[in-house]
């Protein structure tokens, strides 16, 4: 299972922070809830593009001695089972949907000029079915603008909020996936897809 470092702060912050098991670990597993503090598990390697960072990030593993099952801290700068991180896929979703920009434009203003045009239209793509669901997610955290369409006002919002606190919200308190899961992976470990029934229950 996956959830959020509490680190916040840059990918540099989050490796100096990662030497030492105590300082982030879980004072329970989120899985079978025993109170016992779950066993430090080593590492798994993760590829991120950042902006101007292109390499591979450990992230710290934990195992649950009860129940025997695994727990990892992921980066909140990183969105699961995505390379690219959060800041990049915002710089390009707002430049190419909010902004009205083209593809080649949105991925310069994501610092990745040469990125191909399909990985954008992959972005674009999984967010817009995404926008409707999010309106109603985080209409906890911000109020709904009144905006032409679901899309702009989705974007709007996580502009707002804040990409990150936004994905924090999201990932943390309903375990949904920012661009939604990959249908694949609903089953393992990731209890909804958002929905647009109230983030409130
Ligand atoms: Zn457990």
């Known amino acids: 299972m996956q959830m959020l470092h509490p680190c916040r702060g840059s990918i540099q912050q989050y490796e100096q922070g990662l030497s030492d098991p105590d300082r982030y670990r879980p004072d329970h597993c989120p899985l079978c809830h025993t109170s016992d503090p779950l066993r430090a598990h080593g590492f798994y390697w993760r590829t991120l593009v950042d902006v101007e960072y292109d390499e591979s990030i450990r992230v710290r593993r934990y195992l649950c001695l009860l129940c025997k099952r695994t727990v990892s801290l992921l980066p909140e700068f990183a969105l699961p089972y995505l390379r690219f991180s959060l800041g990049v896929i915002s710089l390009f979703l707002v430049s190419r949907l909010l902004y009205s920009r083209t ?69 943390g308190e309903l375990r949904a996936h920012l661009l939604g899961w990959p249908r694949s992976l609903i089953p393992h470990g990731c209890r909804v897809n958002l929905s647009p029934a109230p983030a409130s229950s």
């Not at 610092?111 to 999010?134: E, H, K």
């Not at 955290?141 to 679901?150: E, I, M, Q, R």
């Open 103 to 171: 593809y080649r434009e949105a991925a310069s203003a994501a610092s990745q000029p040469n990125m191909a045009y399909q990985r954008g239209q992959f972005w674009v793509r999984r967010f817009q079915r995404q926008a409707t669901a999010l309106c109603a997610a985080l209409s906890s955290l911000t109020s709904v603008p009144p905006a032409k369409d679901f899309l702009t006002r989705a974007l709007q919002m996580l502009v707002t909020i804040g990409w990150i606190p936004a994905h924090r919200f999201l990932f």
